[in-house]
């Protein structure tokens, strides 16, 4: 049974077919997944505060229900420095068309991955894992299974990507926590299977894993049939 609080973020959406990325990274913690700290404000006051309990740097993103890719828009800004910056960058977003508030949120660290499902018509939900970041159209390194995942499958997933050795340590660098990314793997795994008569599409970009933990720093999550959703 899908979980109400989940039900409620889907409903809420389901005008505009898809979920902003504040609401997404809720039902992300909802399922037990790791998201950066952040806040979701229409208030300047409100995110100076969220800053200076945080500390900078600090992400800043653009909120708004015309705006699927923020950026094409130019609203993505990273390694936001102080005060100012942020006051300038809020700024700014305000002025762009549907503005519903500013995402600032912790800078996270570490190899960026990507995760993603599609409900496939003959298949069913299908899991998707890679190298990502800007760079996942150059590198096309993906796995690909259907969902649900045990732990074995989220391990063979990871092999069966060439560039598997950067997670374990290549030459001398870090090595992500495995661990942290199988249980990630399969945690998405049973929120797809719960959401598969109402999500599309899932994409975690990036997702960025360290040696201590994995984190989903950006996410965007496409409605099946908003009319579903009624």
């Not at 979701?40 to 909120?63: C, H, M, N, Q, S």
């Amino acid at each position: 049974m899908l979980r109400s609080e989940i039900a409620e973020i889907l409903s809420a959406s389901k005008g505009q077919g898809w979920v902003p990325e504040p609401e997404a990274k809720r039902i992300f913690s909802l399922a037990g997944l790791e998201v950066p700290k952040f806040i979701w404000t229409t208030d300047i006051e409100k995110a100076l505060r969220f800053a200076k309990e945080r500390g900078y740097p600090l992400a800043g993103k653009i909120v708004s229900p015309k705006i699927l890719h923020k950026s094409d828009r130019n609203g993505v800004v990273l390694g936001i420095k102080g005060d100012r910056e942020l006051a300038e960058t809020f700024n700014r977003f305000s002025q762009i068309e549907g503005f519903a508030g500013i995402l600032v949120e912790e800078m996270v660290s570490g190899l960026e991955l990507i995760i993603g499902s599609k409900v496939d018509y003959q298949f069913g939900p299908v899991i998707l894992l890679g190298m990502g970041g800007t760079g996942v159209e150059i590198y096309r390194d993906v796995s690909l299974r259907m969902a649900p995942l045990a732990l074995k499958d989220a391990e063979n997933m990871i092999h069966c990507l060439k560039a598997h050795r950067l997670l374990s340590g290549y030459r001398g660098s870090e090595p992500i926590h495995l661990s942290k990314l199988m249980e990630m793997l399969t945690i998405f795994s049973g929120l797809v299977m719960e959401l598969e008569k109402l999500v599309d599409s899932i994409d975690l970009n990036p997702v960025i894993c360290s040696s201590t933990r994995c984190v989903i720093a950006d996410a965007r999550i496409i409605l099946r049939d908003p009319k579903g959703l009624e």
